[in-house]
């Protein structure tokens, strides 16, 4: 009976497990729980929705870089539009040292295809504590892939520009060469840096954990490329006489060369040539005597080259006419405690023949007619003691005293180039006078454009006087009959000069010669100067006086201008002047 009365309970309603809770707890509890979902919800709406732009940058911070764009410099021309400087896409390679495995099993291929040794390689990048190095700069496109494709990490490539030099050593004093940050460091690179280098832009993009640009994210600035320049050089002149000087420098075994050509009608500088040169798309190890441009920076005593200033001032001043004779005393004259003298004496010269035969002696004669104050100014007229501004780094201005410094012999031996001094720019400039109608323009190694700014120096009568004795000067009867063009009437005079060291005057010379060419109508000045001849010839119408022949014959014959000796066709001229070479 007992056991049909007990019931069988569930063990979920056993009473002695039910727990009776007060109402108001239970509505507490599901409060806190609906609350604790609906902060989950706003925050979500809030990351979502208001804090989306802030998320974005917390995100791209972590993967996001500001790459540089570099812009490509301008081109560098002649003046027919030939290239003489260009920039050819590249590639640097660079490491973040904290993303490199430098025992990763390609690293040895790494530095190999680098050009790096592997041991100073895992040095660089194991023992620097900076977040960014490169590696290897202005490299080649496709070997910058090659590199890449290893896919050694941490090892990352970006765009960049290398210059190219098409015309190499023989326009790198005109030209000049860039760094490895493309910043110009010499000739026109550097004079005109600003012009030629244009403005970087920058672009934001997305990295992967290997730092391979995996999205564009927006382009803050783009590059502005920079500016072609246009010079005066004519590349084709510039290779003639840059032959003409590096075999007169080797038949001389001289220390160095320089030569100039100039447009007389325009001051434009066509041909610009220093020995030593250098290539500037090898620079590696580049030493001073390579680098000067020479014809600009180093000056000289020019010597005889400026007894035809002298002569010209005093016909100027009516103290002289071509055929006034003058004493010279069988070639020596006395100053104070100074003698000063000739190379072959003469009792008695016309200026004409002063000039024909560079009589030191019949020079100072005319100058001691002029007041010296005469002198300095027609010298600084014609741009002695000033720097050429011809828009180019480096030029000088050259010695000439303030006349109030001078004595009887300075003025004498000034008269015929020593006790001053002048580069071979300023000599070339200085020329222009007799070959322009006694004025003189700026020299400019830009392509000219524009007027031209004229000062008169000499009236057109004295200047075709003086031209005339230049003309006998470089003739038969004259210091440089080698200078003779065929198929041309040129005019000139040679210089020389002994050098100074230490302030006094040693057994090493400079030798020059300064002309123009046709004489019936000149188009072109050449300069030309052999430093320091030392194959036993030093007079300037020996040494210089051939290589100006055939620097002035290149010039004429490769512009076409016509021959002005009667009966020389262009072609005779030519061959004529190539078979004495």
Do not use: C
């Not at 239970?26 to 979502?48: C, E, I, P, T, W």
Request: proline share 6%; glycine share 10%.
């Amino acid at each position: 009976m007992a056991s049909r009365s007990r019931r069988n309970v569930p063990f979920s309603s056993n009473p002695l497990l039910r727990v009776t809770l007060p109402a108001y707890r239970s509505h507490l509890l599901m409060a806190l729980v609906a609350l604790a979902f609906l902060a989950l919800a706003g925050r979500a709406v809030y990351l979502q929705v208001f804090s989306q732009d802030f998320l974005q940058r917390q995100g791209e911070s972590r993967y996001a870089r500001t790459l540089d764009l570099p812009a490509s410099r301008g081109e560098i021309h002649d003046r027919n539009g030939v290239v003489l400087a260009s920039s050819l896409p590249a590639r640097a390679i660079f490491a973040v040292p904290g993303e490199v495995d430098v025992n990763h099993p390609r690293f040895g291929e790494l530095a190999r295809r680098l050009g790096l040794d592997e041991s100073d390689l895992r040095q660089r990048i194991s023992g620097t504590e900076r977040t960014f190095i490169f590696l290897r700069r202005q490299l080649d496109p496709d070997d910058a892939r090659q590199v890449l494709d290893l896919k050694v990490p941490g090892v990352h490539s970006q765009p960049e520009y290398k210059r190219r030099y098409p015309e190499g050593d023989r326009l790198a004093h005109i030209v000049g060469f860039t760094n490895v940050e493309d910043s110009g460091q010499e000739g026109i690179e550097l004079a005109q840096n600003k012009l030629l280098a244009g403005r970087p832009g920058s672009r934001r993009v997305i990295r992967d954990r290997l730092g391979r640009v995996i999205e564009q994210v927006e382009a803050i600035r783009e590059p502005l490329n920079g500016n072609n320049i246009a010079l005066s050089i004519d590349a084709k002149v510039q290779y003639h006489v840059y032959s003409a000087l590096r075999d007169a420098v080797a038949e001389h075994r001289a220390q160095a060369g320089g030569a100039v050509v100039l447009d007389i009608r325009t001051g434009e500088v066509l041909a610009l040539v220093n020995l030593p040169t250098y290539d500037p798309n090898q620079r590696g190890e580049l030493s001073g005597a390579q680098l000067r441009n020479r014809v600009l920076t180093d000056t000289f005593e020019p010597g005889s080259t400026m007894k035809p200033f002298t002569a010209a001032l005093a016909l100027e001043l009516g103290k002289v006419t071509a055929q006034t004779v003058l004493p010279t005393y069988g070639g020596r004259i006395t100053i104070g405690t100074h003698t000063l003298s000739d190379v072959k004496g003469h009792a008695s010269m016309t200026v004409e023949q002063i000039i024909q035969k560079s009589s030191n002696v019949g020079t100072v004669q005319m100058a001691l007619k002029m007041a010296p104050k005469d002198m300095w100014e027609t010298f600084a007229a014609i741009g002695l003691g000033q720097a050429p501004q011809l828009g180019f780094p480096g030029a000088v201005a050259g010695r000439l005293r303030p006349h109030r410094n001078w004595k009887q012999i300075d003025q004498a031996v000034m008269s015929y180039g020593h006790g001053l001094s002048v580069s071979l720019m300023q000599l070339a400039r200085a020329y222009l006078v007799f070959a322009r109608d006694g004025d003189i323009i700026p020299v400019s190694i830009f392509k000219h454009e524009g007027e031209i700014q004229r000062t008169q120096v000499f009236t057109p009568e004295t200047t075709l006087i003086v031209r005339r004795m230049l003309e006998l000067a470089a003739g038969p009867g004259g210091t440089a009959p080698q200078a003779q063009v065929a198929g041309y009437r040129v005019a000139g005079k040679t210089g020389t000069a002994h050098k100074i060291e230490n302030g006094r005057y040693v057994n090493k010379y400079v030798s020059s010669f300064v002309g123009f060419a046709p004489v019936s109508e000149p188009r072109f000045v050449v300069a030309v100067m052999i430093d320091e001849p030392s194959a036993g010839k030093h007079y300037g119408g020996q040494v210089a006086g051939p290589l100006f022949s055939r620097v002035m014959g290149e010039t004429l014959r490769t512009l076409r201008v016509p021959p002005d000796v009667p009966g020389s066709g262009f072609a005779d001229a030519t061959a004529v002047t190539r078979g004495r070479m």
